[in-house]
């Protein structure tokens, strides 16, 4: 996906200049989550506000919002980008994911109502029929989880997972690209559904603790694929060579979309 496809039609909710900060704050976050700004992305003010039709102040504060957040960080080149994950940061977020889901599942089991419990058994049906494509499987994995979060009855739980929910988006591509993911998941998801259909919040909360376990470590094995990828790809890649006398120029970026990420987010 790219930012055009996000939209900038004149019509498409812009607000008055008393909101344009949230409102740019708004769109660049959905940029970020649906991948149209892909991690280690370099951002400047100028492009982003070019893309929103607004001035250039609002943009800058979205962005430092976004950068206390740390869904933004300083580039090597100077300006802001994109967070970029590295293998301990990806470790950090599955402990304290697994945690959470765990109290998640649990808490499901204990207060989830007959139609919340209908519809998780009807989210493993409609994901059991869905084609192989790892970006489907993404979206309704995060649904599935969402309902999950729901059916526990806990808003601060909630919140807390929603907030770390948005930096799955910066680890890179989905789990579902790693080898026998669908199938894995789809026994790991069975096992955290019986066990909240049974009322059992120890077993629902060593089920999903497990899932999540396992989804680290399809992580690992995807950035890894994609590390040595790259690295391929660099290998192939012929030196330009440079006059004797002179020093290399700085690369230039495309605006907006300047720099990149072998990397796509779930």
Known sequence: MTLEALGND????RPGARGRSDWAYERLHEAIREGALEPGQRIMETDVSSWLRISRTPVREAMHRL????????APTGGLQVALYDLRAISEFYATRERLEGAAAALAAEHADPTERRILSAMLDAMRALPADPRAHARENQAFHGQIYRAAHNRFLLKSLSALLNFVPLLGRTTYHAPNRFEEADREHTEIVEAILARDPKRAEEA???HIR?????RVRVVTEDVRTAAERRSLQKPVPVPLGRTPQRAQYPPVLAGSAPLKAE
């Open 67 to 74: 950068l206390a957040e740390g869904l933004l960080e300083p």
């Open 214 to 218: 396992h989804a680290y470590d399809s």
């Open 208 to 210: 999903a603790r497990e």
């Open 10 to 13: 004149p019509e498409d909710g």
